[in-house]
């Protein structure tokens, strides 16, 4: 037998004693490292007679390969037993009933976003979903943003890359674009409420970058004002659980209605906490207007046979003003505690029946 066969099979031995990832690099070092024995036969190349060489050097670059390849064949053998060893440790049994003292709890947003479906699904509305990764024309300019209007920059958008032809897709910066979504698909009468995650790059006390909204749209033959206000203030009295509530609609300005109005409700501060419905202080909540008749057309609807009203809340917020939660920041900090102390029961589904929040 020659030198390299009995090496080989000296070193093939060794690899396959090896029982660790550590004990494998050692091998490898001693092989195949700066001073290991292939290494060092490799170096006596450089002295051998051009015949010996011929015959040496294609001998031991074969030997340097197989066991590279050896080393490499037991790593992945090692490593998927290791994994193995670690899986069957850590196995957890999904179907072991819930420990009493682990209890999962309802975030404050996805229980407000529950408590206003209930209130609309009541009222007959449908609940409807987008896409969070929006085009221009959904976000912007089939709600009647006209292009360069100041408005696109102020909704702080994120974009992501130019495609090969110049357009950019966006996170979406409000709900409203599945309103176009739907009046685009769906033939009138329309009755959806349309919650979700929006975007801007904004981040304070009251902003985070990513939030939720809900939307609302309604399209028939004669819808007016008196609809819009008379749907919004029973919505204010039933989300925060009072029997009368003051709103007042101020004048505004958006693209996608005319007329525009931000809706506003009445509260009163008794020390720390906030008494909604009643006082003679006003925090806006909502924007809402009658549906632009460009929106409609947009959408191949005829602005002469439908009208509609629409409406924008942010979910966030009108949570933090019914539970008392006063920095928008520390929904989104994924802290246990924050969500012992603020969060609800996962069994109390919100309904108007049952009460919305208990
Ligand atoms: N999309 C608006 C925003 O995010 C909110 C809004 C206002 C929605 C008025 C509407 C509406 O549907 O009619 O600022």
């Known amino acids: 037998m020659s030198d390299i066969e009995t090496l080989e099979q000296e070193l093939t031995a060794k690899i396959a004693g090896a029982e660790t990832e550590a004990a494998l690099e050692d091998v490898r070092v001693a092989a195949l490292g700066k001073k290991g024995v292939v290494s060092e036969q490799m170096k006596t190349l450089g002295k051998m007679s051009p015949e010996k060489r011929k015959e040496m050097g294609p001998a031991l670059n074969g030997l340097k390969t197989r066991i590279a390849e050896a ?13 193995d060893a670690r899986l069957a440790t850590e196995k957890v ?35 409807v979903e987008g896409p969070d990764i929006e085009d221009d024309f959904h976000n912007f300019t089939a709600l009647n943003f006209p292009e360069d209007h100041p408005a ?18 966006l996170l979406r910066t409000h ?9 685009m698909n769906e033939k009138p009468p329309i ?17 985070t970058p990513m939030f939720h909204q809900v939307e609302g749209l309604v399209i028939d033959h004669e819808t007016h004002m008196g609809h819009l206000k008379g749907t919004l203030e029973a919505f204010a009295k039933a989300f925060f659980e009072v029997d009368t509530v003051k709103t007042r609609f101020r004048p505004h300005f958006f693209p996608f209605t005319e ?27 909502l924007g809402c207007g009658m549906v632009h008749p460009n929106v409609l057309k947009n959408c191949g609807l005829d602005p002469d046979e439908y009208q509609g009203f629409a409406f924008g809340l942010g979910i966030d917020r009108v949570a933090m003003l019914k539970y008392g939660i006063p920095d928008l920041r520390d929904f989104f900090a994924a802290d246990a505690r924050w969500l012992e102390h603020y969060g609800f029961d996962a069994l109390d589904q919100p309904s108007l029946w049952a009460g919305l929040s208990r």
């Open 71 to 83: 080393i490499e064949a037991k790593k992945t053998k090692l490593e998927d037993a290791a994994l």
């Open 259 to 285: 007329p525009s109005a931000e809706m506003d409700i009445g509260y009163e501060r008794v020390g720390n906490e906030i008494r909604i419905g009643q006082g003679d202080k006003w925090m806006e909540i």
């Open 93 to 127: 049994d999904i179907t072991l009933p819930v420990a009493p003292d682990v209890k999962g709890k309802i975030h404050p947003v996805s229980q407000a976003t529950e408590e206003i479906i209930a209130i609309f699904s009541a009222m007959g509305f449908d609940v």
């Open 191 to 207: 009755r959806i409420v349309i919650p979700g995650r929006t975007f801007r790059c904004d981040s304070d006390q009251t902003h």
């Open 175 to 183: 709900t409203s674009p599945v309103q176009i979504r739907t009046m």
């Open 152 to 169: 696109r920059e102020m909704h702080d958008t994120f974009f992501f890359e130019p495609k090969e032809d110049g357009s950019r897709m």
